[in-house]
């Protein structure tokens, strides 16, 4: 039982730094990775296709030898995937539907599947904390936009996002993993002038995260479950530019959320964090422009003012960016699929946490993205973060497992390249790296003498793959 509840709690923290379902880049920017898609009607179709071969050199985020073993796998990885939407801007262009059309859609899905080649299974009960304890895990994702009237005076955006995770808890036990659906569902009435010189939306949106786990029936003694961490999010929030200069724009977001868990947890809080941040977009020569955001968040949690279980302080976020092929775009347009750029910049942020009340994040990162001739494509991703957690509370009666919070370092980095040796066809790789700098231990509970766990970890995960896509 101790086992149980003390990889559990330290997982807790381990939630901050999750691995999304997908950590495939072609999935996180569709405009730049499918293809030219399959015409059909008013619609395009884009199917797809992936398989990788790839090593993890710490499946389970484990600190060395504390106290359990690093676990290394091998695994194979498989990712249909399915993309329709209303005719794009470039199709319109070069037809009948030149004028945007009354209402656009499009809808996506993916899915995941790794298959374990090394250390899968459960092996001997000796072998148990070596070994992964399962043989596969899948994930999914899923998305759905209705724009009403869009690029018109007045309009109306529906959204849905879906994301099945697939996590595992420090311990290689199926029942304690982590796996959860997130749904946020969202509406938002949009208003621009004439021109682009004004764009602001107002929107609602109701979110859910639901752990499947329930308390696991082979450990007595304990009622510790994922599921504790069930909760539901309310949200309004507001976005707005304004295209002062023909290159420069005044861009504002704010958002207020009720946060509530479904269970009663006294280690859990119900929250309402507001943020506001304003700032500048615009470019500042033909290859440069910038970004930079000012403004105040705050976490509003039920059992704030003991201790460090609040943040109350300025958020925001700066970047620089160059473009290396053509020019920038316009203040708040996206850039083309084509283009080639490299950025820095910092942010400041805070989250809802799971082990206290939120974390705290500083992070600077480097950019880059570039596809040479037509054909290559590099995108790398990296950063360094200090990531301060507030105080940390025990689950079952809420007291404070340490005195003060507790500040670790990340740091990561993602490189993906990809051969194009046809219109449809990529050959690919990706590295990634992660790190926790942390000396920090968390223990399973009050007792003086309770098991603790370490935070800080490395990780490792190359792949490579080939991928079809129209």
């Not at 304990?222 to 069930?230: A, K, L, R």
Request: charged share 15%; proline share 5%; no cysteine.
């Amino acid at each position: 039982m101790k086992r149980f509840v003390l990889a559990f709690v330290a997982s807790s923290a381990l939630l901050s730094v999750s691995v999304p379902a997908s950590a495939q880049v072609w999935l996180k920017d569709r405009q730049a990775t499918q293809g030219a898609g399959i015409r059909s009607g008013d619609f395009e179709l884009h199917p797809g296709i992936a398989a990788e071969l790839g090593y993890d050199s710490n499946y389970f985020n484990r600190a060395p030898n504390k106290p359990y073993p690093v676990v290394d796998t091998v695994r194979l990885r498989i990712t249909p995937q399915f993309h329709v939407s209303t005719l794009g801007q470039q199709r319109r262009a070069d037809g009948s539907l030149s004028a945007p059309p009354k209402v656009s859609f499009s809808a996506g899905a993916a899915f995941i599947y790794s298959h374990f080649l090394m250390n899968a299974g459960t092996g001997t009960e000796s072998e148990r904390l070596k070994r992964l304890g399962r043989d596969f895990e899948w994930g999914m994702l899923g998305d759905f936009a209705l724009g009403v009237a869009p690029g018109r005076p007045w309009g109306l955006n529906l959204f849905d996002q879906f994301q099945r995770t697939a996590q595992p808890s420090l311990d290689p036990l199926v029942e304690s993993g982590l796996n959860r659906i997130e749904n946020r569902v969202a509406g938002e009435i949009v208003h621009t002038r004439p021109g682009g010189l004004l764009d602001w939306r107002l929107g609602y949106a109701f979110g859910i995260t639901y752990f499947e786990n329930g308390p696991n029936p082979a450990v007595t003694g304990t009622t510790v479950s994922p599921q504790d961490f069930n909760n539901y999010r309310h949200e309004l929030y507001t976005t707005g530019r304004w295209r002062f200069l023909p290159r420069t724009a005044l861009v504002y977001n704010g958002s207020f959320w009720w946060q509530n868990y479904a269970n009663e947890v006294p280690g859990l809080a119900n929250s309402r964090p507001v943020r506001t941040r304003i700032g500048l977009s615009g470019l500042v020569t033909d290859r440069f422009s910038v970004l930079a955001l000012v403004g105040w968040g705050a976490g509003f949690y039920a059992n704030a003012g003991v201790g460090d279980r609040d943040f109350d302080s300025v958020i925001g976020q700066v970047e620089l960016r160059y473009f290396l092929t053509g020019a920038a775009p316009e203040a708040g347009q996206p850039a083309p699929a084509t283009s080639s750029s490299i950025g820095a910049g910092f942010t400041r942020d805070f989250f809802n946490s799971y082990i206290g009340n939120y974390y705290e994040r500083n992070r600077g990162y480097l950019t880059m993205s570039a596809i040479f001739a037509h054909q290559f494509q590099v995108t790398l991703d990296a950063g360094v973060a200090g990531i301060h957690y507030g105080t940390p509370l025990d689950r079952g009666t809420g007291r404070a497992l340490r005195s003060t919070g507790f500040t670790n370092v990340r740091i990561d980095a993602s490189l993906f390249a990809e051969y194009r040796a046809k219109d449809w066809l990529g050959f690919n790789a990706t590295y990634q790296y992660l790190q926790e700098v942390s000396n920090v231990t968390l223990p399973s509970g009050l007792a003086a003498n309770a098991p603790r766990y370490g935070l800080g970890f490395n990780r490792h995960q190359v792949f490579g793959g080939v991928r079809v896509f129209f």
